[in-house]
């Protein structure tokens, strides 16, 4: 095995006075969050941009710990390496660390006692200027058996702050609250997500259900449902025929599924006589927050339309477009998917997709740039569009998907 994929120590007796061993690293954004999100150290020097600006140095700064997490890093790892045992650490912190500094961390050996087999080692950090901002002292019990170890790969880290869908929270909670018809929240889950949302200020609840199951829900979720309104019916169809009818009626202004099948609540939704259909076709959208996107991701039809027509499909990027205006999405863009993306006669989806776009050429959906068809990755990969030579306002950073035989891929 390559000595680079070993983690080898130094036993007390090949520790000399006078030896040295440093690492490097350039201290990221990233690095900051991920160090909060461990360590629980919220201060908002760390993690906040307009406070820090008003701090006495006026930008971010790293938390103190993580230099000195590199100081560990080395004993642990290089001199002694495994089998130190940490004893004690001094340090004095004297220039702030910011993000882009590069960070070099150096240990030296300046004491040995026999007794017990204990190093001093001095311990600097100096920023890329070449000025201290960490110096210290630690003490050390060596190892005094010889360990060579498999170097343990690290994982891949992703840092999602969720920030898309706390921006849409904050908007929700400035309006009124909505009377929301719950259809049959009978599971603990249910009734807590319940719970979350009227806490929030989001929701008024109607709960609709048999009102002993509802109960045993709430209290095997730990929720307090006194204060909210109870309808009692016997099942789940009974549910979802009563919310829906108070939605007609103007009572609640939100349907929202509880621990029923969608069939059952759909059933009600679409009926002809007493549902709540209007002169277009009903669809389903996600709205995604993915790491790594920089927008956020509405993906539809994925639950409601099996097989739609150019029709049906129309309608659904139409409810997309909207969707995407409430959620303050100006001009979203609409990939239209297939497999592939260039029009073949024999396949009806890219045939659909090129008539779409020629639809919002005309005027015929509006509010929003389409293109497609366009495959998965070409709809939201810059370099998957760069690589195909693709020239498009949507390939790339669609605000919407949609997927071969339903979905608008919409942003």
């Not at 998965?376 to 998907?401: F, H, M, T, W, Y």
Request: charged content about 20%; glycine content about 6%.
């Amino acid at each position: 095995m390559a000595a680079a994929n070993l983690i080898e120590n130094r036993t007390f007796d090949e520790i000399a006075v006078g030896d040295t061993a440093s690492l490097t690293r350039t201290l990221t954004a990233d690095d900051i969050q991920l160090f909060a999100a461990v360590s629980g150290d919220v201060n908002p020097a760390h993690l906040d941009p307009v406070y820090a600006e008003t701090d006495m140095f006026h930008r971010v700064i790293a938390h103190g710990m993580w230099g000195a997490g590199l100081i560990s890093a080395i004993l642990g790892t290089e001199l002694p390496g495994p089998g130190a045992i940490y004893l004690g650490q001094s340090l004095r912190f004297t220039r702030p660390v910011g993000v882009g500094d590069t960070i070099t961390a150096c240990v030296t050996v300046a004491q040995k006692r026999a007794e017990h087999h204990v190093i001093v080692l001095d311990c600097t950090c100096v920023n890329q200027k070449g000025e201290t901002v960490i110096s210290g002292q630690a003490e050390v019990k060596a190892p005094t058996e010889k360990v060579s170890r498999p170097r343990m790969p690290l994982p891949d880290v992703r840092i999602a702050s969720h920030d898309r869908f706390r921006q849409l929270m904050a908007r929700a909670k400035d309006g009124s609250a909505c009377v929301t018809a719950v259809v049959h929240p009978c599971s603990a889950d249910a009734m807590r997500a319940v719970a979350e949302a009227a806490d929030a200020g989001i929701v008024v609840p109607i709960l609709i259900g048999p009102a002993a199951r509802m109960t045993n829900a709430a209290k095997d979720a730990g929720v307090d449902i006194a204060a909210f309104r109870v309808i009692d019916v016997p099942h789940s169809h009974a549910a979802a025929a009563e919310a829906v009818a108070r939605v007609r009626a103007g009572e609640a202004a939100l349907l929202m599924k509880g621990s029923l099948h969608t069939d059952e609540l759909m059933g009600a939704v679409v009926s002809s006589d007493t549902g709540l259909r209007t002169e277009r076709r009903i669809s389903h959208a996600y709205v995604m927050d993915v790491p790594g996107y920089p927008r956020p991701l509405i993906i539809t039809d994925a639950a409601i339309n099996i097989e739609p027509t150019l029709e049906d499909k129309a309608d659904i990027a139409r409810n997309a477009i909207d969707l995407a205006h409430v959620i303050r999405i100006e001009q979203p863009r609409v990939a239209i998917l297939a497999a592939v993306e260039t029009v073949n006669p024999k396949m009806r989806t890219t045939l659909d997709a090129a008539a779409l776009c020629k639809m919002a050429d005309r005027g015929q959906i509006e509010g929003a740039l389409l293109d497609g068809p366009l495959a998965l990755d070409n709809a939201i990969s810059e370099a998957a569009v760069r690589e195909k030579s693709i020239v498009s306002p949507v390939a790339g950073q669609a605000d919407c998907p949609s997927s071969e035989h339903s979905a608008q891929l919409a942003a």
